[in-house]
């Protein structure tokens, strides 16, 4: 890639060169000035009294200005001034001397000349050229904006494989296939066939998408133009579509090469939606990528690809054959993934014998790829902040307890009553949990605050599962209530620490009546899918149903907490004994893994 050089560097250093070259002088003249008057000074009235006793050498005695020089008979150089309007020859004939030759120099001399017109102009002129230069190098700067900010990743640095890319199986195999192509273009247009042009990752974020958009340039060795969706649209309108167009005429001429437009929602949303400023810039910019796209020969061996963690935002046109056409979806990874992955970015850190990533994996049900790199990450950090030679489990575990639960402030001090309720409470969530059907084990109940909460109780799938049954969000309810029938029930009023419970609970109601059928409203939708304004759709419009079916599900809503209340509270009194025994011990130990929790039912 070409950059304009800015001329900010050249011009610097003869500004500075000039400035050098100034003080030189300068500092030469001073020079002769000081050689010129290393002499002695002495009083008017001394300078009298060397006139009178005839101690001046006749021909040495000089005016320049109000300086008078001389050099007396025994050679001494000296000077002195006399009053600036008053005549040498005055002080000479009031002295009655007039047998000395008297030499009047002139006051500047060729260096005072320099120093006081030359310099000055120099500097001057420098200054402007100086000016000058800086302002056409920003003008270089301005007239580049429309020129493509895609970066070229430079081949000899270390890139990306595929083996750096762990899980990711299914996704990995369809690239294999756009890497051949690249690869050996020959074999496939013999037989007649199109290489796709366009390739489309959609994933949620941070499963690795960029990653394997530079494992694919990294295995095909080819260079890989990179640019992310938001550059596209920026600041001056316009730039956009010729940022594209400049971009593609680069490619093409390196090609075979990968263009890789990361983000791409930012400039391939639906056209002539949305709302505020902007999106005609965003519409020329997406037409710019059609055409482009559009034009290609068919052996100009450029693939494109693009990154989305949106696909069903984007426009249809990005997605019929000939653009974006292939597909491939990156999925968060699943428990034997996540192991794969924890093995990655464990693998260049020094790490103990007795790591089980399996372990971790397990406990990071929903993770991505990135937040897997993150939780290794933060295991590092705790270990070297406790000084070890290496990562432990312990630390691993610790750090996944910090990225899904919060960090255990030690500092927040609770009072007695406050722990007790607390207690109560989270032992309520607990058991409410453990004795339904459908809700994930209880792995761990602890009463040291975290973050937000005082408590907590951390509930832990055994496999990843895909459907969730109707049983599974009713179960989950009446445990969320739990806290609140637990508060209820042993202290005979409820406090603020049950809030969020309550909001988790409405909200997976809510989302039952209008958005998964759950209800005796049966299986209709209510509102979109997605009520966000900002993915362009219309605004105002989400509310797709009448005020009549807003009043029934509102009704709905209470039903479903109203009956798990009831439920919920009908056993927490049946479990009284249990939960007081659980919630005793916790206050004693403050943690409970899964193990101690699960012998309390065990006989
Ligand atoms: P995306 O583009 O999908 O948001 P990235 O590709 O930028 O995600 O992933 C962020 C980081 O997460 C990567 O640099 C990588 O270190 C890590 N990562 C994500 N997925 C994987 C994976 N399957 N294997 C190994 N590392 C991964
Ligand atoms: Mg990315
Ligand atoms: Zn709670």
Redesign the pocket.
């Known amino acids: 890639m070409k950059k304009p050089q800015p001329k900010t560097k050249s011009s610097l250093k003869s500004f500075g060169i000039l400035i050098i070259t100034a003080l030189v002088i300068s500092s030469f003249i001073a020079f002769n000035q000081v050689k010129q008057y290393k002499t002695k000074e002495v009083s008017l009235s001394e300078f009298h009294q060397h006139i009178k006793k005839a101690q001046i050498d006749g021909n040495k005695i000089q005016i320049e200005g109000d300086k008078i020089s001389y050099i007396l008979t025994n050679t001494d150089r000296i000077y002195t001034f006399k009053e600036p309007n008053s005549q040498l020859n005055d002080i000479l004939t009031s002295s009655q001397i007039n047998n000395l030759n008297v030499k009047v120099k002139p006051t500047s001399n060729f260096w005072y000349e320099f120093l006081f017109t030359i310099v000055p102009f120099l500097l001057i002129a420098g200054f402007f050229v100086f000016m000058f230069r800086q302002a056409q190098s920003n003008n270089n700067q301005a007239m580049s904006f429309g020129k493509s900010r895609a970066r070229l990743h430079d081949q000899n640095k270390k890139s990306a494989l595929f083996k750096?890319?762990?899980?990711?199986d299914e996704a990995k195999e369809e690239l294999v296939e756009v890497v051949d192509f690249l690869k050996n273009p020959k074999k496939y247009l013999a037989m007649g066939a199109k290489i796709p042009k366009g390739i489309l990752?959609i994933?949620?974020?941070?499963?690795?998408?960029?990653?394997?958009a530079r494992a694919v340039a990294g295995e095909a060795k080819v260079p890989f133009y990179s640019i992310s969706g938001s550059e596209f649209v920026e600041m001056f309108v316009g730039v956009g579509a010729s940022r594209v167009r400049d971009l593609f005429k680069e490619a093409k001429a390196s090609a075979p090469c990968i263009i890789f437009i990361?983000e791409i929602d930012a400039v391939g949303r639906k056209r002539g939606a949305g709302l505020g400023g902007g999106h005609d810039e965003r519409e020329q910019t997406l037409n710019q990528i059609l055409t482009e796209m559009d034009g290609f020969e068919t052996d100009t061996n450029v693939i494109v690809m693009a990154?989305t963690?949106r696909a069903d935002v984007l426009d249809s046109a990005l997605l019929r054959p000939g653009r974006f056409d292939r597909r491939v979806i990156?999925d968060k990874?699943n428990i034997i993934?996540r192991e794969?992955?924890l093995k990655?970015?464990s693998q260049n850190k020094p790490t103990n014998k007795d790591i089980d990533l399996m372990v971790i994996a397990r406990q990071t049900p929903g993770f991505?790829?990135?937040d897997?790199?993150n939780l290794v990450n933060e295991a590092a950090i705790i270990a070297a902040k406790k000084g070890q030679t290496s990562i432990t489990q312990h630390n691993l575990e610790i750090s996944v307890e910090k990225v899904t639960i919060g960090l255990e402030k030690k500092s927040r001090k609770l009072s007695d009553n406050e722990l007790k309720i607390t207690a109560y409470h989270e032992v309520g969530h607990a058991v409410i949990g453990h004795k339904l059907p459908d809700c994930d084990p209880v792995n761990k109940i602890s009463i040291i605050s975290r973050g937000q909460a005082l408590g907590v109780t951390w509930f832990l799938p055994e496999n990843d599962s895909h459907l969730y049954p109707q049983s599974k969000f009713e179960s989950e309810i009446c445990s969320l209530l739990g806290g609140y029938c637990a508060e209820e029930i042993f202290f005979n009023q409820v406090t603020t620490g049950a809030s969020s419970d309550l909001e988790r609970a409405t909200e997976i109601a809510r989302n039952m009546v209008t958005r998964y059928g759950m209800s005796k409203l049966g299986p209709v939708i209510f509102g979109d899918k997605d009520q966000e304004v900002f993915i362009g759709k219309d605004l105002g419009h989400y509310k797709n149903y009448s005020e009549t079916y807003a009043a029934k599900i509102d009704d709905l809503i209470k039903e479903i907490i109203h009956s798990a209340y009831e439920k919920t509270k009908k056993m927490i009194t049946e479990h009284k004994k249990i939960i007081t025994t659980i919630a005793e011990d916790l206050l004693k130990k403050e943690t409970i893994n899964r193990k101690e929790f699960l012998a309390y039912f065990s006989n």
């Open positions: 750096d890319v762990a899980g990711a990752l994933g949620a974020p941070g499963t690795g998408k960029t990653l394997l990361d990154a963690n990156v990874p993934q794969a992955i990655v970015h991505s790829g990135a897997l790199e």
